[in-house]
């Protein structure tokens, strides 16, 4: 294999940029050339491709966003778009894609597969909830920028004896919000993955509330509900002075923890290595905390599931 591409797909995620670096130097020490595709699938049937090099990804490691961009693309969910980039990259002169990524990314890394591009993924998501590794590129940067958010946000609460609701990211699944209410000592977590009501939660409040606790925390990831809905009704219900802050797209930013930036080094590293010795139309996942080739096809068949046992356990922690 002479010549390889890299992308970055779908949403940013802190340690893209540390995944690309060690694409690109992987690639190099092997006698492998590597290109950079710009904005995505956009940016690749658009032909927006440079040559990358050791120096083009010299202090980046440390970078949230990704230098090469990112983008959505409905052409590219096409078989019309598919092949058109599949075409790209042979006129290129491309012989295996790297794409940076969570589900629909790999989606597309997979339809490149089975059009004949070897292809390898990388799992970016704050969500974490990529079958078939344990950690995705960008979770733990999330969740300890949530926290780090959401323990400023106690303070205020203990100080004028009030109830927050933080509303976190994750539309259809709730590890971030598990992850950061756990950490919190949030009294209450709320996930897609649990049945809640505003009823259950207001008498969870006045349980608390009848043992002197007046104030509190609620995490609440944004696939279960609306953070200013629950708001108004525990003021109505409840009688609780309420205040709702949605922490957004601030979870996606900021410089990469030493964990996603290893990790990153890891997977990149990883991709390149099955690229180059053949093995292609797979995931680069952690697993037990090795580096493993999951099947593509297997890794977007499904998400990964919470464990409801650590649901479980924040609630009773927080009783």
């Known amino acids: 294999m002479r010549r390889i591409a890299v992308m970055t797909s779908g949403g940013d995620a802190p340690g893209m940029n540390a995944a690309v670096r060690a694409v690109v130097r992987s690639a190099v020490h092997r006698g492998v050339e590597v290109v950079g595709i710009r904005r995505g699938y956009f940016g690749l049937l658009g032909g927006e491709m440079e040559?990358?090099?050791p120096e083009s990804v010299h202090d980046i490691i440390h970078r949230g966003g990704t230098m090469l961009l990112t983008a959505r693309c409905a052409a590219f969910t096409e078989p019309?778009?598919?092949?058109?980039?599949?075409?790209?990259?042979?006129?290129?002169?491309?012989e295996g894609l790297v794409c940076v990524g969570g589900d629909g990314s790999l989606r597309g890394c997979l339809a490149l597969e089975g059009l004949g591009i070897p292809s390898v993924g990388i799992p970016a998501t704050i969500d974490n909830d990529l079958a078939g590794t344990e950690q995705t590129i960008g979770f733990d940067t999330a969740v300890n920028t949530a926290v780090q958010?959401?323990?400023r946000v106690r303070d205020t609460a203990a100080a004028h004896e009030r109830t927050f609701v933080v509303e976190v990211m994750g539309r259809r699944?709730?590890?971030?919000?598990?992850?950061?209410?756990?950490?919190?000592?949030?009294?209450t977590i709320l996930i897609p993955e649990v049945a809640w009501s505003?009823?259950?939660?207001?008498?969870?409040?006045?349980?608390?509330l009848s043992r002197g606790l007046r104030q509190n925390l609620i995490v609440l990831a944004e696939g279960a509900g609306r953070a200013t809905e629950l708001g108004a009704q525990i003021e109505a219900s409840a009688g609780l002075e309420t205040r709702v802050t949605i922490l957004g797209h601030v979870q996606r930013g900021g410089s990469p923890t030493a964990a996603d930036r290893n990790l990153s080094s890891r997977l990149g590293a990883a991709a390149v290595d099955f690229l180059v010795d053949g093995h292609h139309g797979l995931m680069a996942g952690l697993q037990a905390g090795v580096i493993v080739g999951v099947p593509l096809g297997a890794a977007v068949a499904g998400r990964r599931t919470l464990?409801?046992?650590?649901?479980?356990l924040a609630s009773r922690l927080s009783a």
Do not use: K, N
Request: proline share 4%; aromatic share 2%; hydrophobic share 45%.
């Open 198 to 208: 505003p009823e259950t939660v207001c008498r969870r409040l006045r349980r608390g």
């Open 149 to 151: 958010a959401v323990d």
């Open 307 to 312: 464990d409801l046992r650590l649901h479980e």
């Open 173 to 187: 699944s709730g590890f971030l919000a598990l992850a950061v209410g756990m950490a919190c000592g949030a009294e």
């Open 80 to 94: 019309e778009g598919e092949r058109a980039g599949a075409a790209r990259l042979r006129a290129a002169g491309v």
């Open 51 to 53: 040559p990358l090099g």
